[in-house]
């Protein structure tokens, strides 16, 4: 079979803007998607909103339309563009409500359009919750108890067989949204009637609880002869009752034995055959009693995912481009598997090593109370580390989260939590849980070991982890030899955190490496466990082992991505170093790419010509440029975590491309910047610069209330306060004035219009590409204000 010739058109449906539960993962599936449909000959007609992603980049698609994921629109396209198919399990939830939507109008009729990836029918079973539940049960699977309710009434009424608590899901919403957990019969109406107002069908399936059972998910494909595999097993760190996008996840499971996996393995593949789902990927989710062994299967998302994108970086296979393929007629025996150039894409992935993901939470602009996490999804990003050993991966991918945590820590003795916070997250499903449970047992000692585990539900095996970092820790801080070094360096500990245990700087501790010899080596993902050599370089770095691959030399540039996506460094910035690595390329260049994130298009293997799935610290970029023997890096398009590694990485000798280091501390120092515009005779707000806290009072006084108090290099506007009266100054926290990061007390311009210009310069020409104008007055975040192009109030001069 080859791909159909019958269909010469096809419509792809994006996502949408970003969403919580719905992010950068949707443009690497759908810019995978776009690329293998053109690749085999199709016109590829995009739909799609969202203007920061690399799939509405112009040249992308043949033709692209940024209009709203609404049915009415979908029929100009129709009508327009008259494509004989459409692809709708690329655009995550929204496109799977699309799709049902047109179905329901009678649309796809009407124009013939044909439905590829998953079937109408699919869909229909798949996220009907009734539905489903019939399908599991139809294969002599276990669902959890369950029942469906369409008013409060029938909710109400189920009270006397169902216990609390209960479990209130949604049909057809995202991300869990809607979802709750009911404890007791008080707040059940309420939660059960937003539910029911959530949902698009107001269906709700209410469920017996399976809180602190353990977790897992299969992602599999299947197509059209019934070929079907495992790409990859993914395991939850915390047990039942935290949303999967809120965990700590592990790939490959580590605490189920063999038969349980290979029943998890065969059920997922029936789930697949009984929905229907024949030409793409899915994921199954299941619970486990962590003492019966019982298997209850929770759900499945007939679509690629979050946990696609996370599979498919986890494993090296590509989910997304796989399932292109798969819906325009290939089967997987004849799609090559890319990253080795000989294997067909039937085999399934093996792994000889771990994968951890980290989720990134908000919580410094966004505090979460204690018991925050749940059923719905809170994250809004996620950070993925690749390791020899879970312990590695799980210190490695908490560092590359970056919330200020070196990895497993003592949240107390680093000074950032007290003994009653740590308390609080041990006790309450917080993202901090596991880092609590760690501290708690650094104080208390290896006897606390069963309250911990009586309290988070954590299993054995993963509270093993944290006794084998506390034994590590101890011979760090006893006595720092090359043995004790190295056994820490391959337990993923940073140079920094090893000379806070040690009482040293890291500057010696990268010191004593040298001495020692000691540096990390790169490592294929190759998808075989070493059994085909890789011919796409996708790798992460290890210590201890042997190196697999050779340096690229002088002229390869290194471009720092944003890592985690978080408010105000998200797929935008993914976007320009997506763009950056296609235009280096064009010129001949060769590029590696350095990211964490592994939702976003960036770190897909075929965008570089090397891609290192790491953390974006100073120790692990100067790493890969000592390795790769290049000193040439771009760190002004990933967001402001390049730009505040610019300084430490220009001391070791890169050289930064573009924007010298000076321009950049011009820019992000607020007294600087201030001191320049003055220099240039042009207009600014009254202000000054001040390197003390306590000489923030004296200047606003000298100023002038309202005033704005801006600090230097941060992101998105955090730590940026208006400010009306003295009383007002006192409320200001986490404000901290220094003469490497002075803070700008300015005169706030009340009703001011307020503009941003776009431009790029080559150091003599200059290239404004836009002007927009907010339509909120300054003073709303540019970020949070609606903008028009071009400006509406401005005159010519």
């Given at each position: 079979?080859?791909?159909r010739?019958?269909?010469?058109?096809?419509?792809v449906?994006?996502?949408?803007?970003?969403?919580i539960?719905?992010?950068?993962?949707?443009?690497?599936?759908?810019?995978?998607?776009?690329?293998?449909?053109?690749e085999?000959?199709?016109?590829?007609?995009?739909?799609?909103?969202?203007?920061?992603?690399v799939?509405?980049?112009?040249?992308m698609?043949d033709?692209?339309?940024?209009?709203?994921?609404?049915?009415?629109?979908?029929?100009?396209?129709?009508?327009?563009?008259?494509?004989?198919?459409?692809?709708?399990?690329?655009?995550?939830?929204?496109?799977?409500?699309?799709?049902?939507e047109?179905?329901?109008?009678?649309?796809?009729?009407?124009?013939?359009?044909?439905?590829?990836?998953?079937?109408?029918?699919?869909?229909?079973?798949?996220?009907?919750?009734g539905?489903?539940?019939?399908?599991?049960?139809?294969?002599?699977?276990?669902?959890?108890?369950?029942?469906?309710?369409?008013?409060?009434?029938?909710?109400?009424?189920?009270?006397?067989?169902?216990p609390?608590?209960?479990?209130?899901r949604?049909?057809?919403?995202?991300?869990?949204?809607?979802?709750?957990?009911?404890?007791?019969?008080?707040?059940?109406?309420?939660?059960?009637?937003?539910?029911?107002?959530?949902?698009?069908?107001?269906e709700?399936?209410?469920?017996?609880?399976?809180?602190?059972?353990?977790?897992?998910?299969?992602?599999v494909?299947?197509?059209k002869?019934?070929?079907?595999?495992?790409?990859?097993?993914?395991?939850?760190?915390?047990?039942?009752?935290?949303?999967?996008?809120?965990?700590?996840?592990i790939?490959?499971?580590q605490?189920l034995?063999?038969?349980?996996?290979?029943?998890?393995?065969?059920?997922?593949?029936?789930?697949?055959?009984a929905?229907?789902?024949?030409?793409?990927?899915s994921?199954?989710?299941?619970?486990?009693?962590?003492?019966?062994?019982?298997?209850?299967?929770?759900?499945?998302?007939?679509r690629?995912?979050?946990?696609?994108?996370?599979?498919?970086?986890?494993?090296?296979?590509?989910?997304?481009?796989?399932?292109?393929?798969?819906?325009?007629?290939?089967?997987l025996?004849?799609?090559?598997?890319?990253?080795?150039?000989?294997?067909?894409?039937?085999?399934?992935?093996?792994?000889?090593?771990?994968?951890?993901?980290?989720p990134?939470?908000?919580?410094?602009k966004?505090?979460?109370?204690?018991?925050?996490?749940?059923?719905?999804?809170?994250?809004?990003?996620?950070?993925?580390?690749?390791?020899?050993?879970?312990?590695?991966?799980?210190?490695?991918?908490?560092?590359?989260?970056?919330?200020k945590l070196?990895?497993?820590?003592?949240?107390?003795r680093?000074?950032?939590?007290?003994?009653?916070?740590?308390?609080?997250?041990?006790?309450?499903?917080?993202?901090?849980?596991?880092?609590?449970?760690?501290?708690?047992?650094?104080?208390?000692?290896l006897?606390?070991?069963?309250?911990?585990?009586?309290?988070?539900?954590?299993?054995?095996?993963?509270?093993?982890?944290?006794?084998?970092?506390?034994d590590?820790?101890?011979?760090?801080?006893?006595?720092l030899?090359?043995?004790?070094?190295?056994?820490?360096?391959?337990?993923?500990?940073?140079?920094?955190y090893?000379?806070?245990?040690?009482?040293?700087?890291a500057?010696?501790?990268?010191?004593?490496?040298?001495?020692?010899?000691?540096?990390?080596?790169?490592?294929?993902?190759?998808?075989?466990?070493?059994e085909?050599?890789?011919?796409?370089?996708?790798?992460?770095?290890?210590?201890?082992e042997?190196?697999?691959?050779?340096?690229?030399?002088?002229?390869?540039?290194?471009?720092?991505?944003?890592?985690?996506?978080?408010?105000?460094?998200?797929?935008?910035?993914?976007?320009?170093?997506?763009?950056?690595?296609?235009?280096?390329?064009?010129?001949?260049?060769?590029?590696?790419?350095?990211?964490?994130?592994?939702?976003?298009?960036?770190?897909?293997?075929?965008?570089?010509?090397?891609?290192?799935l790491?953390?974006?610290?100073a120790?692990?970029?100067?790493?890969?440029?000592?390795?790769?023997?290049?000193?040439?890096?771009?760190?002004?398009?990933?967001?402001?975590?390049?730009?505040?590694?610019?300084?430490?990485?220009?001391?070791?000798g890169?050289?930064?491309?573009?924007?010298?280091?000076?321009?950049?501390?011009?820019?992000?120092?607020?007294?600087?910047?201030?001191?320049?515009?003055?220099?240039?005779?042009?207009?600014?707000?009254?202000?000054?610069?001040?390197?003390?806290?306590?000489?923030i009072?004296?200047?606003?006084?000298e100023?002038?209330?309202?005033?704005?108090?801006?600090?230097?290099?941060?992101?998105g506007?955090?730590?940026?306060?208006i400010?009306?009266?003295?009383?007002?100054?006192?409320?200001?926290?986490?404000?901290?004035?220094?003469?490497?990061?002075p803070?700008?007390?300015?005169?706030?311009?009340?009703?001011?219009?307020?503009?941003?210009?776009?431009a790029?310069?080559?150091?003599?020409?200059?290239?404004?590409?836009?002007?927009?104008?907010?339509?909120?007055?300054?003073?709303?975040?540019?970020?949070?204000?609606?903008?028009?192009?071009?400006p509406?109030?401005?005159?010519p001069?």
């Amino acid at each position: 079979m080859s791909a159909r010739r019958d269909i010469k058109r096809i419509l792809v449906i994006g996502s949408g803007p970003i969403v919580i539960g719905q992010a950068c993962e949707f443009d690497y599936s759908g810019t995978q998607a776009v690329k293998a449909l053109k690749e085999e000959g199709y016109e590829v007609i995009l739909l799609n909103p969202n203007p920061a992603t690399v799939m509405t980049t112009p040249g992308m698609a043949d033709h692209i339309y940024l209009d709203p994921l609404r049915v009415e629109y979908v029929e100009q396209i129709f009508q327009r563009e008259r494509p004989d198919a459409i692809l709708t399990t690329m655009g995550g939830q929204s496109g799977l409500n699309l799709a049902l939507e047109l179905d329901e109008s009678g649309l796809l009729e009407q124009y013939g359009v044909q439905v590829i990836g998953s079937s109408i029918a699919s869909i229909k079973l798949a996220e009907d919750r009734g539905a489903f539940k019939k399908v599991i049960e139809g294969l002599g699977l276990e669902s959890a108890k369950s029942s469906i309710v369409h008013n409060l009434e029938e909710g109400m009424g189920l009270l006397e067989d169902f216990p609390f608590p209960l479990i209130i899901r949604p049909s057809y919403t995202l991300g869990g949204m809607g979802g709750s957990i009911a404890y007791n019969r008080e707040e059940y109406p309420s939660l059960l009637e937003h539910a029911m107002e959530t949902s698009p069908t107001h269906e709700v399936l209410i469920e017996e609880s399976l809180i602190g059972w353990k977790e897992f998910e299969m992602e599999v494909m299947r197509d059209k002869k019934d070929n079907a595999i495992i790409v990859c097993s993914i395991e939850n760190v915390d047990p039942m009752g935290v949303h999967t996008g809120d965990s700590i996840t592990i790939a490959p499971i580590q605490t189920l034995d063999e038969s349980s996996y290979q029943k998890m393995r065969d059920a997922s593949i029936a789930i697949l055959r009984a929905i229907g789902v024949d030409c793409g990927g899915s994921n199954v989710q299941f619970a486990v009693h962590p003492e019966t062994g019982r298997m209850v299967v929770i759900e499945m998302n007939p679509r690629v995912s979050r946990s696609s994108a996370l599979a498919s970086k986890a494993t090296g296979f590509p989910i997304a481009r796989c399932s292109a393929k798969l819906a325009v007629g290939y089967t997987l025996d004849e799609v090559v598997n890319e990253i080795t150039g000989q294997s067909v894409s039937c085999f399934e992935p093996v792994l000889d090593y771990c994968a951890v993901k980290v989720p990134r939470f908000e919580l410094e602009k966004f505090p979460l109370p204690i018991s925050a996490l749940g059923t719905q999804m809170r994250s809004i990003g996620e950070a993925l580390a690749l390791g020899r050993t879970a312990l590695e991966a799980l210190n490695k991918g908490i560092r590359s989260s970056e919330r200020k945590l070196e990895g497993l820590c003592n949240l107390i003795r680093i000074g950032l939590y007290d003994e009653e916070e740590v308390a609080g997250f041990l006790n309450s499903a917080h993202p901090l849980r596991l880092v609590a449970a760690y501290t708690t047992l650094c104080r208390e000692g290896l006897e606390v070991l069963p309250k911990i585990q009586e309290v988070t539900q954590f299993d054995p095996w993963f509270l093993n982890l944290l006794v084998e970092q506390l034994d590590i820790e101890k011979e760090v801080a006893f006595h720092l030899d090359e043995e004790t070094l190295l056994k820490a360096k391959k337990a993923g500990m940073s140079d920094v955190y090893i000379a806070m245990l040690s009482g040293r700087k890291a500057e010696d501790i990268e010191r004593l490496r040298y001495a020692y010899e000691m540096h990390p080596v790169t490592h294929h993902v190759d998808t075989c466990s070493g059994e085909f050599d890789a011919i796409t370089p996708y790798l992460y770095t290890t210590y201890g082992e042997t190196e697999e691959a050779e340096p690229m030399g002088e002229d390869a540039v290194v471009i720092l991505a944003s890592g985690p996506n978080r408010i105000g460094q998200g797929l935008e910035f993914d976007t320009c170093c997506t763009l950056a690595s296609m235009a280096y390329r064009r010129l001949g260049r060769k590029t590696i790419m350095v990211n964490s994130n592994p939702e976003t298009v960036s770190t897909d293997f075929n965008i570089s010509d090397r891609l290192y799935l790491q953390g974006l610290t100073a120790e692990e970029v100067k790493e890969i440029l000592r390795h790769e023997q290049t000193q040439r890096v771009v760190v002004q398009l990933g967001g402001q975590t390049p730009l505040n590694l610019a300084p430490s990485l220009t001391r070791a000798g890169a050289r930064l491309e573009g924007t010298s280091l000076e321009g950049l501390l011009d820019a992000g120092d607020r007294g600087k910047f201030s001191a320049l515009v003055s220099e240039l005779g042009l207009r600014q707000p009254k202000n000054k610069a001040v390197t003390k806290n306590e000489d923030i009072l004296f200047t606003a006084r000298e100023i002038g209330f309202p005033v704005l108090i801006r600090p230097s290099h941060v992101l998105g506007g955090r730590g940026m306060y208006i400010v009306y009266d003295e009383a007002g100054l006192t409320s200001i926290e986490g404000i901290e004035a220094s003469v490497e990061a002075p803070v700008l007390v300015d005169q706030f311009l009340e009703d001011a219009f307020e503009y941003d210009l776009d431009a790029v310069s080559d150091g003599e020409s200059l290239y404004v590409g836009g002007i927009l104008q907010h339509i909120e007055a300054a003073g709303i975040h540019s970020g949070d204000s609606a903008a028009v192009f071009p400006p509406y109030k401005s005159t010519p001069e």
